[in-house]
């Protein structure tokens, strides 16, 4: 056997020891109809034939992003190959967002992966990858110049989980000219993406133009920058495991930082901190600028109320602590009846409440957004503003629009502060707020 596919089964062995029993026996590979993806493909088909793999099952998906005209004739080639390999093959078009302002190469990337991971939920299947020490080198300077850190440097993981679904690259240590000598040695037929010679897209610009002058001087080039990428990796695995536990101690629940906690620690890991808690809610870390505003919050005065905002909702500073705020996905009513002595469920706090009461003869009702009300609670000495109450038992700024006032006709009763009930000094005797099901998160 050729050196390139006994280095291919060698690495899958080495991934697939390191995966869960449970993990499913299909392998779906990334098929493009190109010299590696189609080496990768013969290598696995040879792996499969090993007594002791029979009962691994071979699925090929080709992704058509339909950016070329002769993106039909290799989706037929592709067919074609896998008909005489007799594995099942599966072709899925996608649309690609070419509009201004848009990198056509990062949108066909981030259509094919999702294409591929969507196939593989549905297949339960592992995706494999013919990424090769060259795409190692090429990610790796492209980290380079955007400034990453450990992380992005870490470039391509030989084995990672995204969505669910495991992604091998059994290739990453193979030069491409092993590759291209494997394929010979082989007899393979692939296809040569025109594309690839246009050396407007950065990758391609790399590949054309700088890494053949790098590798001509530096041979063994790849090699050595896969084994710093390596190293990133495993700094980057020590870095974030410390930052998860450094995580645990500030928090208070999943959606609130503790400000003087967060305090103590210094900004190297303060700013790491906040990048995993990025990560713990599956959102992309912010970018250098905004976590430094966010970083910012924690030395404003104690009143100070900043927030910054992104897609999916916002940071906030409340009361000195950090709260991830989500945008609504629920809207709070701006009344509703209640029945008394029967639970009522506020989907936008996540919990019910009853009004227990031996009179039925009141009709209660919940208000959001109160203003004008002066209440007097229980035990308290004096009357103020309900927005003057929210602000004296720090209820959170961006939650006080939404927290319920309970009324008794059209006298107030009660509120809800912390999940807990609050009841009024001119409530009716007779009348009680009760608290049921699961709290709900001041951050959310």
């Not at 950016?67 to 067919?79: F, I, M, P, T, V």
């Not at 037929?189 to 590949?207: A, G, I, M, T, Y």
């Not at 009522?344 to 009179?359: M, R």
Request: proline residues 5%; hydrophobic residues 40%; neutral net charge.
């Amino acid at each position: 056997m050729h050196e390139t596919f006994a280095s291919i089964h060698q690495a899958i062995d080495n991934v697939l020891t390191d995966l869960p029993s449970t993990t499913p026996r299909t392998l779906v590979v990334g098929y493009s109809g190109g010299v590696d993806s189609s080496v990768l493909l013969d290598a696995l088909c040879r792996y499969q034939k090993i007594p002791s793999n029979n009962d691994i099952e071979i699925h090929a998906v080709y992704v058509n992003h339909g950016l070329s005209s002769n993106a039909d004739e290799w989706q037929a080639h592709c067919e074609r190959v896998c008909r005489q390999y007799g594995i099942l093959f599966t072709a899925i078009p996608v649309t690609v967002d070419t509009g201004n302002r848009k990198s056509l190469e990062s949108e066909a990337r981030d259509a094919r992966y999702k294409a591929l991971l969507t196939y593989c939920k549905a297949n339960h299947g592992v995706l494999v990858l013919g990424q090769h020490g060259e795409d190692q080198l090429e990610t790796f300077l492209l980290q380079l110049k955007r400034g990453a850190g450990p992380k992005g440097l870490s470039s391509m993981a030989p084995l990672q989980c995204k969505e669910g679904v495991f992604t091998l690259r059994p290739m990453l240590n193979i030069a491409k000219a092993d590759i291209l000598e494997g394929a010979r040695y082989a007899k393979l037929f692939w296809v040569e993406d025109e594309s690839n010679q246009n050396d407007d897209f950065d990758r391609n610009f790399l590949r054309n133009r700088i890494l053949p002058l790098l590798t001509q001087r530096w041979p063994q080039l790849s090699k050595t920058v896969g084994r710093s990428a390596a190293l990133c990796a495993q700094q980057n695995t020590l870095i974030v495991e410390e930052a998860l536990n450094k995580l645990a101690h500030v928090s208070n629940g999943n959606y609130v930082l503790s400000g003087e906690a967060l305090r103590a620690y210094s900004s190297a890991w303060q700013a790491e901190v906040i990048r995993v808690w990025f990560e713990v809610h599956k959102q992309q870390p912010p970018s250098s600028k905004q976590l430094e505003e966010i970083m910012g919050f924690l030395v404003l005065r104690d009143d100070a109320t900043p927030h910054i905002d992104f897609t999916w909702g916002s940071i906030r500073r409340h009361d000195g602590d950090l709260y991830w705020v989500v945008k609504d996905s629920l809207k709070a009513p701006e009344k509703l009846s209640i029945s008394p002595n029967k639970p009522e469920h506020l989907a936008w706090f996540n919990l019910s409440v009853v009004i227990k009461t031996t009179s039925l003869s009141e009709d209660f009702k919940l208000v959001t957004n109160v203003h004008g009300l002066v209440v007097k609670p229980m035990n308290a000495s004096v009357s103020k503003p309900i927005n003057r109450w929210f602000k004296a038992w720090k209820v959170p700024v961006w939650l006080r629009r939404t927290t319920p006032v309970f009324y008794c006709g059209e006298q107030a009763i009660g509120t809800l502060v912390d999940n807990k009930p609050i009841m009024f000094s001119d409530c009716p005797e007779g009348i009680e707020l009760l608290v049921e099901a699961q709290p709900h998160e001041k951050g959310q």
